[in-house]
């Protein structure tokens, strides 16, 4: 039976902070528009934790009874590695989607967004089925097409728009932003398992790109989440503060195009860091930007 210990480790925490990051930019976005309400941010975040966990879980569980986690590199596999049953941690996950579901609920009630609950209820499909299921999506290459939609786009308008009802070019930007670099975390993380994904007959995009290809990937999605802040400049210019995470960019750009195997772990844990710090940056600027040194008006973008 695992222990405490092992269940957090199996968690995989160190993948928190893309929920922590769309719900910082959705509400920094809301509080632009002088309807933040921390309540609501709350129950995002809630929603997005769970989510997360549930995910993580999920993909421990049905990579470990298809044997795809047997040779990993990195952190523990609860079902690969034995110290817990494949129907101990299935249940785990379905805990953690229930949970989410929960927490949902309160806030389409709260926000008053019944629509929302069809949006919820894909989440929580889309998470099973990125390896659960006959026929996974994650093992034919389309993982990263979720985690751009659901941990970047749906996560972040989302809490904006329960918050404030309307779409603003921040909300976009930070939506598109968090999406980009989720998808290269990602990236840098099936770099690593291209071995064994292949052995397993797992055809992530980065098995179908080849490791050149999705080493280059990484380094434009981590630069076009960038090159995103130049458009809310004319907004409010606090926003080039985005532009101090330049440095630790290319760091990580420099690792995953020179290093492999183990030694990509860090990567991981660095592209989650970047995307918090991403939005922290972008809520921290509306905040001086709320100062009026300098005069701004806000954009309402809905889409082209």
């Known amino acids: 039976m695992a222990t ?4 957090i480790e199996g968690a995989r925490l160190r993948t928190l902070p893309l929920a922590v990051a769309p719900i910082i930019a959705g509400s920094a976005a809301a509080y632009e528009v002088n309807e933040f309400k921390p309540l609501y941010a709350f129950l995002a975040f809630l929603v997005a934790f769970f989510l997360q966990v549930g995910v993580n879980y999920a993909n421990d569980y049905s990579d470990g009874i ?22 101990s941690v299935k249940y785990a996950a379905f805990a953690c989607f229930g949970l989410a579901m929960l927490a949902g609920l309160a806030l389409v009630a709260l926000a008053n967004q019944w629509w929302f609950l069809a949006i919820g209820a894909s989440s929580v499909f889309a998470a099973w089925g990125y390896t659960g299921g006959k026929h996974p999506y994650g093992y034919m290459g389309l993982g990263d097409v979720f985690v751009f939609v659901y941990f970047g786009l749906v996560a972040t308008l989302g809490t904006l728009y329960t918050q404030a009802h309307t779409l603003t070019l ?9 999406g980009l670099i989720s998808c290269a975390l990602l990236m840098a993380n099936n770099v690593r398992d291209i071995p064994t994904d292949i052995e397993a007959g797992k055809l992530t995009m980065a098995v179908r790109l080849g490791e050149r290809w999705s ?49 990509l772990i860090p990567v ?6 970047v995307a918090l710090v991403y939005s922290v940056i972008l809520a921290l600027a509306v905040w001086l930007g709320s100062l009026n040194i300098i005069s701004h008006e806000v954009q309402v973008f809905t889409g082209y």
Not at 66 to 87: F, I, Y
Not at 170 to 178: D, Q
């Open 268 to 273: 991981l844990k660095q592209a989650g860091i």
């Open 170 to 178: 921040l909300g976009w930007v930070g939506a598109i932003g968090i």
């Open 215 to 263: 080493r280059i990937t990484y380094i434009v999605e981590m630069a076009l989440a960038l090159g995103l802040g130049v458009l809310l400049l004319d907004e409010n210019p606090w926003f080039l503060l985005i532009f101090l995470l330049v440095g630790p960019t290319i760091h990580s750009c420099v690792t995953v195009w020179t290093r492999g195997g183990r030694e």
């Open 66 to 87: 298809k044997g795809t986690d047997e040779d990993r590199v990195g952190p523990l596999r609860l079902v690969g590695s034995g110290v817990a049953s494949p129907r």
């Open 4 to 7: 405490a210990a092992q269940w």
